[in-house]
């Protein structure tokens, strides 16, 4: 289900900076005094609830606004100025299109040119670029935390963007991934096992042939007399030399389909 611009309804926003998810700031003594703000400073799993953000379109303006809600704890996000900046903080209890309130929960999501599933947030009342703060001279409580920065030249921060997946929905979305391949492995082992049905019924009619050619020559010899014994026997050496030859072909022909038929056994567990 999408909303605004093809965004989903429920997604996880990865900053492509550093690779982490934008996630809730829970009650953690190493956040600080940034306990409720957003931030990208843990490896978290994008299947963490703490990860899920739930896109809410405008009501003024559903075609390009909206609003973001943390799934955590259920709050809108608006900003939250402390230490001089404006901090991306999931405290609103409800949406806010006032853009002459500072309460204002709007942003607009901009989808950068060239880059597919990537989007960066503006927000509307302020005019400032969603970014994750970061100073050398910091320390590690405020580095990493969202804030809303001035709309300079230094660009917006990108996120891309997915659908958030629950636990179930992804185990279930594995599962039906490796019936599909057993599946497909179960129907190359029937595959193989038909070649090789066949390679074994091509051997045993031509050894059976191979036979009847020895035979036949060896019953000439002994009953032709005269000088042309040798000649049959120089025939039935090739012959054998031949058999042997296609013989050896064969085997190698069916080790590899018995190769292939264990991996493919292996695979499918």
């Given amino acids: 289900m999408s909303t605004v611009a093809g ?129 050398q001279g910091y320390n590690d409580d405020i580095n990493g935390v969202a804030c809303a920065y001035s709309n300079d030249g230094q660009g917006m921060h990108r996120f891309e963007f997915a659908a958030w997946e629950s636990y179930d929905e992804k185990m279930a979305s594995k599962e039906g991934e490796t019936r599909q391949l057993r599946a497909s492995n179960a129907a190359n082992v029937r595959a193989k096992d038909g070649e090789i049905q066949k390679l074994r019924a091509s051997y045993e009619e031509k050894m059976k042939a191979k036979d009847d050619e020895i035979q036949k020559l060896k019953s000439q010899g002994k009953g032709g007399g005269g000088g042309g014994g040798s000649d049959e026997c120089l025939q039935a050496d090739e012959i054998v030399a031949e058999l042997r030859m296609e013989i050896a072909e064969l085997r190698v022909q069916l080790e590899d389909a018995c190769r292939e038929i264990d991996e493919l056994k292996a695979a499918s567990g």
């Fill in 7 to 135: 965004l989903p309804k429920f997604m996880v926003l990865k900053s492509k900076s550093d690779g982490k998810y934008l996630h809730y700031l829970w009650n953690d003594d190493s956040f600080g005094p940034h306990v409720n703000d957003l931030g990208c400073k843990r490896l978290l799993d994008p299947l963490s609830p703490f990860v899920k953000l739930e896109v809410v379109p405008s009501g003024s303006d559903p075609a390009h606004l909206i609003h973001l809600r943390c799934c955590h704890n259920n709050k809108f996000v608006q900003l939250d100025s402390k230490y001089g900046l404006s901090w991306i903080s999931a405290t609103a209890n409800g949406p806010d299109e006032s853009t002459a309130r500072s309460t204002c929960t709007l942003f607009r999501p901009i989808f950068p040119p060239g880059e597919p599933n990537t989007v960066g947030l503006l927000h509307v009342q302020t005019n400032c670029h969603v970014r994750t703060y970061f100073n």
